[in-house]
């Protein structure tokens, strides 16, 4: 459920902006130029600081241009100035609550857990701090909890901790925030289960990751790929919302020469990923064309496509967070469904090669699951699949390329979840080799517990039978596609013609005109001043 506001103790949470922009002054234009700088900050870019110190004389009374500055010098690893531009913050605008959260961070990072209460109050309250306000932005308010509950972790008071963490749940609950609650309920367990932080922290430093390395396909360029069929130039002037006309007429394209044009397209988006990604904003209507492609080849049903798709796997975390955040373990293990689900020996061999990313591969696993929960008559070549993996780690136990304990745990925990009791010995091997990350999977007791017990939940996930179903469920459930206000800044009509005059000069599509509001994408910083993404946050709202 979504609300527009709650009643916590004593004090009213909203999601309006206007509780924030009543009490700094901020008017339409300098809203406009705290989006347009998060954007920056968000992309590190040098030239901000001078922008950022400009805005900061022009508007002295607005601390969040001071944060954002913070933030930047923070995020290019100056570390020395992130601090002292927030001090100077602080002093200068003592009611600013991120400013105080980030010395108290600092702090508690520094384990200086005594400086905490000096920096936000003895009580560890918000209404104490500010007892003028009657209202809070959800920000404010789950920012200031979350650094309480990581003060009361450092401190070991399990009870204050827990009081924190359940308003956190109940306000991540009614504003619909998305916030990940595994590190929190991970904390908490640590702390009930007396261990210390210390011990906490060398449990993980054994977790082992392979450093990713892309593999490289395609050159960089900033030239556009010359397209068999025109209307493949379609896709990138339009968002998900295309016209269902515009697909079907691609659809009804040769198939051959079509399906040279959608590996085009997916190979357009690693040669000039920096072209999209960093000289352009980011824009719904401009970088949805990757998407635009999978769906179609998942709807063409193409053995050979399952390369091309692997081959976007094989790309770096920076190219995968920019291109799909989110998607990578939510919506993409359907799309490998449909192609290659009869063809696990090649899914198999992807999730044996050398420093590729962990989301990536753990995609596979999920792959692996609902083939086994929509053909269980697979049962056995499902489980043989898993057992050939899990040997093959137990045999590379030393190979850092390959080995990956928070991915293993994931096929563990999946194996556990659909009961393959056959599969004991391999998960007992694992576990005692220490090839398993516990703060996802749980320990090897709870395992070989849960492992013989049908789970309280459903594993099954959707699996949709055409390309329009999937087209709707996107725009239904992601946020570029639900939220008001980036709809709102990624409006701006688009069309062909535009898209192939930017291509031919590779210079300057979609700059925002004088006076319009600059885009602001799932990825990037939240203009409110919390620090974290616009995802994760809720301006605008």
């Given at each position: ?6 009643i916590?103790s004593g004090y009213k949470?909203?999601?309006?902006n ?5 009490l ?6 300098i809203q406009?130029?705290l989006v347009?700088?998060?954007v ?18 022009k508007?002295?009374?607005v ?13 290019q690893?100056?570390h020395?100035m ?10 200068l605008?003592p009611?600013?609550?991120?400013g105080?959260?980030?010395l108290a961070n600092?702090a ?32 404010e ?6 650094t309480?509950?990581?003060y ?25 925030l998305?916030?990940?609650?595994f ?16 011990r906490?922290?060398?449990?993980w430093?054994t ?9 490289k396909?395609v ?19 339009n968002?998900l ?6 697909i ?5 394209l040769?198939r ?17 990923h920096?072209?999209?990604?960093v ?5 719904i209507?401009t ?9 179609l080849?998942?709807?063409?049903k193409d053995?050979s496509?399952?390369e ?7 790309q770096?975390?920076d190219?995968l967070e ?16 449909h ?8 899914l198999?061999k992807f999730i ?6 962990t989301?990536a591969r753990?995609i596979m696993t ?6 086994l ?12 699949w898993?057992k ?7 045999e ?5 390329s390959i080995?990956d ?14 009961n ?8 007992i ?6 090839l398993?990350?516990?703060g996802?999977?749980?320990s090897?007791?709870?395992c070989?517990?849960?492992?013989n ?7 099954r996930k ?7 179903e999937r087209?709707k469920?996107l725009t ?5 596609y639900t939220?008001d206000d ?11 013609d ?16 004088q006076g319009?509001k600059p ?9 409110c001043?919390?620090?974290k ?9």
């Amino acid at each position: 459920m979504n609300t527009n506001n709650l009643i916590v103790s004593g004090y009213k949470i909203t999601e309006s902006n206007e509780v924030i922009n009543q009490l700094y002054g901020i008017t339409p234009e300098i809203q406009e130029k705290l989006v347009e700088m998060s954007v920056k900050v968000q992309k590190k870019k040098n030239s901000a600081i001078k922008e950022l110190n400009d805005l900061i004389k022009k508007y002295p009374f607005v601390p969040q241009f001071k944060n954002f500055l913070s933030m930047l010098y923070d995020m290019q690893g100056n570390h020395f100035m992130a601090n002292e531009v927030n001090r100077r913050l602080v002093s200068l605008h003592p009611e600013y609550l991120f400013g105080r959260l980030t010395l108290a961070n600092i702090a508690i990072a520094n384990e200086e857990y005594e400086k905490v209460p000096e920096i936000l109050c003895e009580a560890m309250e918000l209404k104490s701090m500010y007892p003028e306000r009657e209202e809070f932005h959800t920000g404010e308010v789950v920012g200031f909890l979350q650094t309480a509950f990581n003060y009361f972790i450092g401190i070991e008071d399990v009870v204050q901790a827990q009081i924190r963490l359940d308003i956190i749940e109940k306000l991540n609950k009614e504003f619909d925030l998305g916030i990940d609650m595994f590190n929190f309920d991970r904390k908490i367990m640590v702390l009930n289960l007396g261990k210390s932080l210390e011990r906490q922290e060398q449990e993980w430093s054994t977790e082992r990751t392979p450093e990713v390395i892309a593999k490289k396909i395609v050159e960089p360029t900033t030239e556009a790929p010359q397209f068999t069929h025109q209307i493949i130039n379609e896709l990138y002037c339009n968002d998900l919302n295309i016209d269902q006309q515009i697909i079907s007429e691609i659809l009804a394209l040769p198939r051959e020469t079509l399906l040279a044009d959608l590996h085009k397209v997916v190979y357009d988006s690693m040669a000039r990923h920096t072209l999209f990604m960093v000289e352009m904003d980011w824009n719904i209507k401009t970088h949805e064309f990757l998407m635009h492609a999978l769906l179609l080849l998942v709807e063409l049903k193409d053995e050979s496509s399952i390369e091309v798709i692997l081959d976007i796997l094989r790309q770096d975390s920076d190219y995968l967070e920019s291109w799909f955040s989110d998607a990578i373990t939510e919506d993409f293990w359907e799309f490998i469904y449909h192609i290659a689900n009869d063809k696990l020996d090649v899914l198999h061999k992807f999730i044996s090669e050398p420093n590729r990313n962990t989301y990536a591969r753990s995609i596979m696993t999920e792959v692996a699951q609902q083939v086994l929960i929509y053909q269980p008559k697979r049962r056995t070549e499902v489980i043989d699949w898993y057992k050939s993996i899990f040997e093959e780690w137990i045999e590379n136990e030393d190979d850092d390329s390959i080995i990956d304990t928070e991915l293993i745990a994931f096929f563990v925990s999946d194996a556990v979840n659909v009961n393959m009791i056959e599969l004991k010995p391999q998960i007992i091997q694992l576990f005692e080799l220490g090839l398993v990350a516990k703060g996802v999977s749980g320990s090897l007791e709870s395992c070989l517990k849960d492992i013989n017990r049908p789970s309280t939940y459903s594993k099954r996930k959707d699996v949709f039978a055409s390309i329009s179903e999937r087209y709707k469920y996107l725009t239904s459930t992601w946020f570029s596609y639900t939220d008001d206000d980036i709809q709102k800044y990624n409006n701006k009509d688009i069309d062909v013609d535009e898209v192939n005059e930017y291509n031919n000069q590779h210079l300057e599509m979609l700059v925002p005109p004088q006076g319009e509001k600059p885009k602001v994408g799932r990825n990037d910083a939240c203009p409110c001043g919390s620090g974290k993404k616009y995802k994760k946050c809720c301006l605008g709202k």
